[in-house]
């Protein structure tokens, strides 16, 4: 990787590019009831509320250097939650010497970098299988920037900020902007995988699938377990409460429904 001396390149006029990132993050429960259906939406309708989502996007305004403007938060009914953020350039308070490297993002007490404006959204989907007894609660984060700072810098705050089963991240940039002779520049920093933004602690939890067209500057992540605990799928209770067969039934269930998630696609459901 070249010093970031010589990464920085003398552009004519603003850099116009837009930089986006989508992070989407998956939990799953096993919730055999109507009831135990209705407290785990509960549960996670306090747990991720539009407040504390709001401090979170915050939290990623901070990391990426940004001014907030305005804020839209909304818990809907029956469930479900909505934040917008609109945030514009705020002040430079630390510029860190490898800001141009692929690796993971500051978390919020070591902040700040510097971009132009932007905004940051947050939605929230609880919703159960109708007879299956399984609940997912997903959660969408779009963190979209014009300027130097990719949003990937984020990357590494939201992943600590929810505790996620599987993880979806898609980034890319569009538009250009131009160097001081002109020439077109479609992207202004060097990566090769989003993986390289995800702390090691994180990565060494997944399974990770990269689909990268680089030639269009599109980069996609997913992002898996690699272990599972059945009790941590289970809720209100623990699998000591099962038989073995309920245990590998339930075991079953759960692992079919994440790998559906994971791979985008239904599998064959016959136990």
């Given at each position: 990787m070249?010093?970031?001396?010589?990464q920085?390149?003398?552009?004519?006029?603003?850099?116009?590019?837009?930089?986006?990132?989508?992070?989407?993050?998956?939990?799953?429960?096993?919730?055999?009831t109507?009831?135990?259906?209705e407290?785990?939406?509960?549960?996670?309708?306090?747990?991720?509320?539009?407040?504390?989502?709001?401090?979170i996007?915050?939290?990623?305004?901070?990391?990426?250097g940004?001014?907030?403007?305005?804020?839209?938060?909304?818990?809907?009914?029956?469930?479900?939650?909505?934040v917008?953020?609109?945030?514009s350039?705020?002040?430079?308070i630390?510029v860190?010497?490898?800001?141009?490297?692929?690796s993971?993002?500051?978390?919020?007490?070591?902040v700040?970098?510097?971009?132009?404006?932007s905004?940051?959204?947050v939605?929230?989907?609880?919703?159960?299988?109708?007879d299956?007894?399984?609940?997912?609660?997903r959660?969408?984060?779009?963190?979209?920037t014009c300027?130097?700072i990719?949003?990937l810098?984020?990357l590494n705050?939201?992943i600590?900020s929810f505790?996620?089963?599987?993880?979806?991240?898609?980034?890319?940039t569009?538009?250009?902007?131009?160097?001081?002779?002109?020439?077109?520049?479609?992207?202004?920093?060097?990566i090769?995988?989003?993986?390289?933004y995800?702390?090691?602690?994180?990565?060494?939890?997944?399974?990770m699938i990269?689909?990268?067209v680089?030639?269009?500057?599109?980069?996609?992540?997913?992002?898996?377990?690699?272990?599972?605990?059945?009790?941590?799928?289970?809720?209100g209770?623990?699998k000591?409460?099962?038989s073995?067969?309920?245990?590998?039934?339930?075991?079953?269930?759960?692992?079919?429904?994440?790998a559906?998630?994971?791979?985008?696609?239904n599998?064959?459901?016959?136990?």
């Amino acid at each position: 990787m070249r010093a970031e001396s010589e990464q920085r390149i003398t552009l004519h006029g603003f850099n116009n590019l837009t930089k986006s990132l989508s992070f989407n993050m998956y939990d799953v429960c096993y919730t055999k009831t109507k009831a135990e259906r209705e407290a785990y939406i509960e549960y996670i309708d306090e747990q991720y509320n539009a407040k504390r989502l709001t401090k979170i996007l915050k939290n990623v305004s901070d990391i990426i250097g940004a001014h907030v403007l305005n804020v839209a938060q909304q818990d809907y009914v029956p469930q479900g939650a909505s934040v917008t953020v609109l945030v514009s350039e705020g002040p430079v308070i630390e510029v860190p010497e490898a800001s141009y490297d692929e690796s993971p993002g500051p978390l919020p007490d070591n902040v700040v970098l510097q971009l132009d404006k932007s905004h940051i959204t947050v939605h929230t989907y609880p919703e159960y299988h109708p007879d299956e007894g399984i609940s997912t609660f997903r959660a969408d984060i779009d963190v979209s920037t014009c300027g130097e700072i990719s949003p990937l810098k984020a990357l590494n705050y939201l992943i600590h900020s929810f505790d996620t089963d599987i993880m979806t991240i898609d980034y890319r940039t569009r538009g250009f902007t131009r160097d001081i002779n002109g020439q077109k520049l479609f992207i202004d920093h060097e990566i090769s995988s989003i993986q390289n933004y995800i702390p090691e602690d994180a990565q060494e939890l997944y399974d990770m699938i990269d689909v990268n067209v680089y030639q269009e500057n599109i980069f996609h992540t997913k992002c898996k377990l690699k272990q599972f605990d059945l009790d941590n799928y289970l809720f209100g209770y623990t699998k000591d409460k099962l038989s073995p067969q309920e245990q590998q039934e339930i075991t079953e269930r759960l692992k079919l429904e994440m790998a559906e998630i994971y791979y985008g696609k239904n599998m064959d459901r016959s136990y």
